[in-house]
Nanobody, 119 residues
Framework: QVQLVESGGGLVQAGGSLRLSCAAS????????MAWYCQAPGKPRELVAA???????SYADSVKGRFTISRDNGKNTVYLQMNSLKPEDTAVYYC?????????????WGQGTQVTVSS
């Protein structure tokens, strides 16, 4: 069983930066992708950035050039560096781990961390 613990959210002014961290523990060998999602009030949860076990990254169009996802395999931790933050980035950010067991995929979620960007 994989457990995820997030940290790093907070309040920041527009144009500022934050770095989110997600530490994974448990049966992490089955994880083939880590990702960050965000969910603003009244909106569905949406993918922000992802990094595969092979190191490939992908980003939502809205954050390209501003956010960077990275990982430290030695610490089993994934980061989301958020620069040039905008008020519309305000949301709860969730860490996600995707596990592969044969042909089946399972998603594990962190507890979420609030990011608030003031104008």
């Amino acid at each position: 069983q994989v457990q995820l613990v997030e940290s790093g959210g907070g309040l920041v002014q527009a144009g500022g930066s934050l770095r989110l961290s997600c530490a994974a523990s448990g049966s992490i060998s089955s994880i083939n992708r880590m990702a960050w999602y965000c969910q603003a009030p009244g909106k569905p949860r949406e993918l922000v950035a992802a990094i595969t076990s092979g190191g490939s990254t992908s980003y939502a169009d809205s954050v390209k050039g501003r956010f960077t996802i990275s990982r430290d395999n030695g610490k089993n931790t994934v980061y989301l560096q958020m620069n040039s933050l905008k008020p519309e980035d305000t949301a709860v950010y969730y860490c996600n781990a995707r596990e592969a067991h044969g042909l089946a995929l399972y998603h594990i979620w962190g507890q979420g961390t609030q990011v608030t960007v003031s104008s």
